[in-house]
């Protein structure tokens, strides 16, 4: 038991400092995003690699950052996701940003429990968890070389609002700001 500790809380370090380094790339954003987030920029995507599958493959752990993006649109969520085929586990830290009295706030933090990685290729790995309320989450990650990896969160919940116990389908995907996407491929005028 006590070996289960050390481990559980060994792998909780590198990801707070994970985290401690995605609200450093919220806050120390320069360029402007939509006014509901505060005017910061959701975390920027992890570079392209060129042989990314074989490092994934080789190194046993995977690793994104990034911003949520549902329809096309910033969520104000940035995300790190961390997979470790060894422990057939992933797990994601967010931080959602706000305007709050006109300035902008980190407005909530979290570290999910552990999704149980289901599917581990050298193109792909999927993980779902079920979650405390019923629902259940899933990750899939499409794994490319010289190429941007292509991440989706899939969150399927009994609505609590809307439509009281009606379920409701979230698919966000895992991307730069537009906001950023847009200043770095301008529209041809």
């Known amino acids: 038991m006590e070996t289960t500790v050390l481990m559980r809380n060994s792998t909780r370090c590198p990801v707070a400092l994970s985290l401690a380094v995605l609200i450093g790339l919220i806050c120390s954003t320069r360029a402007s995003a939509e006014g509901r987030c505060g005017g910061v920029l959701m975390a920027t995507r992890t570079t392209v690699i060129k042989d990314r599958k074989e490092m994934v493959q080789k190194l046993g752990f995977y690793a994104i950052d990034g911003g949520l993006v549902m329809d096309g649109k910033s969520t104000c969520t940035s995300i790190r996701i961390e997979c470790s085929k060894e422990a057939r586990t992933c797990r994601t830290a967010t931080a959602t940003t706000n305007a709050f009295m006109g300035r902008p706030q980190v407005i909530g933090v979290m570290l999910s429990d552990d999704y149980r990685v289901t599917e581990w290729t050298r193109d792909t790995i999927s993980a779902e968890m079920h979650t405390p309320v019923g629902g259940t989450s899933y990750l899939h990650l499409a794994i490319n070389d010289g ?19 009606e379920w409701i389908t979230e698919v966000l995907t895992v991307a730069n700001d537009p906001a950023l996407e847009e200043r770095l491929h301008p529209a041809q005028r």
Do not use: E, M, R, Y
């Open 147 to 165: 190429a941007p990896d292509k991440v989706q969160v899939i969150n399927i919940t009994k609505s609590l609002i809307a439509k009281l116990g």
